[in-house]
């Protein structure tokens, strides 16, 4: 209806230039959200993605990403769906990448046809992590005895709470090699015959994006604006999509509200500290 109205207006009136919808994909890849802002996943930037993808003039989407990381399961998901618009709706993905694209990052960096980058932006580490936090110690100190019961003896495997095992350890790191796998065929496929003859692409190493295009992790070095308005015009508009906003502020993760028990209490807020920490330390690897 927008475009057979703007048909119908004098073409002195009409707004000159293409207008292309752009989409910022910034923070740590989670699931939930975190004590200070939102998380990236699938729940929270679908929205804007099926907006972007809905402008029917536009030939191309760009997207914009900054993120050190974080959930496989949620980069894929992001990845699959920008695939999944892109091929329903015909258009063409750009991606940009900011201070960095890395992991998880670089994952969702995949899901565009060309992948730009500044000189000196942060590309790669294309392997697998798990970090957390162990509070046995913490909990004897202040008292609390944490209670557990299960039926099956690894139900509680990898519990922060309690000592680590090594059988836990040797457990975890298998499927870590299972992610990276499908990480790597990923990156194949996606990036084919542009990446180089390197063993080091796959190890985990992250580079600048000056390097990142020698190894064929990005296809060209450059910002958003310049690119967009050399390819389709000095009039091209940037249309930046923005996520919906909630009139009551978000349920704090990993606190327990209510009349839980004390003990539940401050292991959920424990747990919701820890979250924060491990998402600095996640730009923090990246020296940001």
Same mark, same amino acid.
């Given at each position: 209806?927008?475009?057979f109205l703007k048909r119908l207006m004098p073409?002195?009136? %009409?707004?000159?230039?293409?207008?292309?919808?752009?989409?910022?994909?910034?923070?740590?890849?989670?699931?939930? $959200?975190?004590?200070?802002?939102?998380? +990236?996943?699938?729940?929270?930037?679908?929205?804007?993605?099926?907006?972007?993808?809905?402008?029917?003039?536009?030939?191309?989407?760009?997207?914009?990403?900054?993120?050190?990381? $974080?959930?496989?399961?949620?980069?894929?998901?992001?990845?699959? %769906?920008?695939?999944?618009?892109?091929?329903?709706?015909? *258009?063409?993905?750009?991606?940009?990448?900011?201070?960095?694209?890395?992991?998880?990052?670089?994952?969702?960096? +995949?899901?565009?046809?060309?992948?730009?980058?500044?000189?000196?932006?942060?590309? $790669?580490?294309?392997?697998?992590?798990s970090g957390g936090f162990g509070f046995p110690?913490?909990?004897? *100190?202040?008292?609390?005895?944490?209670?557990?019961?299960?039926?099956?003896?690894? *139900?509680?495997?990898?519990?922060?709470?309690?000592?680590?095992?090594?059988?836990?350890?040797?457990?975890?790191?298998?499927?870590?090699?299972?992610?990276?796998?499908?990480?790597?065929?990923?990156?194949?496929?996606?990036?084919?015959? %542009?990446?180089?003859?390197?063993?080091?692409?796959?190890? &985990?190493?992250?580079?600048?994006?000056?390097?990142? +295009?020698?190894?064929?992790?990005?296809?060209?070095? &450059?910002?958003?604006?310049?690119? +967009?308005?050399?390819?389709?015009?000095?009039? @091209?508009?940037?249309?930046?999509?923005?996520?919906?906003?909630?009139?009551?502020? %978000?349920?704090?993760?990993?606190?327990?509200? $209510?009349?839980?028990?004390?003990?539940?209490?401050?292991?959920?807020?424990? @747990?919701?500290?820890?979250?924060?920490?491990?998402?600095?330390?996640?730009?923090?690897?990246? &020296?940001?």
């Amino acid at each position: 209806m927008a475009g057979f109205l703007k048909r119908l207006m004098p073409k002195r009136f %009409r707004k000159k230039g293409l207008t292309i919808p752009v989409v910022r994909l910034h923070g740590a890849i989670m699931a939930g $959200g975190s004590q200070f802002k939102q998380s +990236l996943n699938l729940a929270g930037v679908a929205p804007m993605l099926d907006k972007a993808f809905s402008k029917k003039d536009a030939p191309v989407v760009a997207i914009s990403i900054n993120s050190p990381g $974080g959930s496989p399961v949620q980069s894929r998901l992001i990845f699959q %769906r920008i695939r999944s618009l892109a091929e329903e709706k015909d *258009k063409k993905v750009l991606v940009f990448v900011e201070d960095v694209a890395a992991s998880g990052g670089y994952m969702i960096a +995949l899901a565009g046809d060309e992948i730009f980058a500044d000189p000196t932006s942060i590309v $790669g580490s294309i392997g697998v992590v798990s970090g957390g936090f162990g509070f046995p110690e913490l909990l004897r *100190k202040i008292g609390i005895e944490r209670r557990v019961y299960t039926a099956g003896e690894n *139900k509680v495997i990898l519990d922060p709470f309690q000592p680590e095992k090594e059988g836990d350890i040797e457990y975890l790191k298998a499927l870590q090699l299972e992610i990276h796998k499908v990480f790597i065929e990923m990156v194949k496929m996606r990036r084919g015959e %542009r990446l180089a003859d390197d063993a080091t692409i796959f190890s &985990g190493l992250f580079w600048s994006g000056l390097r990142g +295009l020698e190894l064929g992790l990005i296809d060209s070095l &450059g910002d958003m604006r310049e690119v +967009l308005k050399r390819r389709y015009g000095k009039d @091209t508009r940037l249309e930046l999509i923005g996520s919906a906003r909630t009139l009551f502020g %978000r349920r704090v993760p990993g606190v327990v509200f $209510g009349e839980g028990k004390a003990g539940e209490i401050a292991a959920g807020a424990v @747990t919701g500290l820890a979250a924060s920490l491990e998402e600095k330390a996640m730009w923090s690897r990246y &020296g940001l």
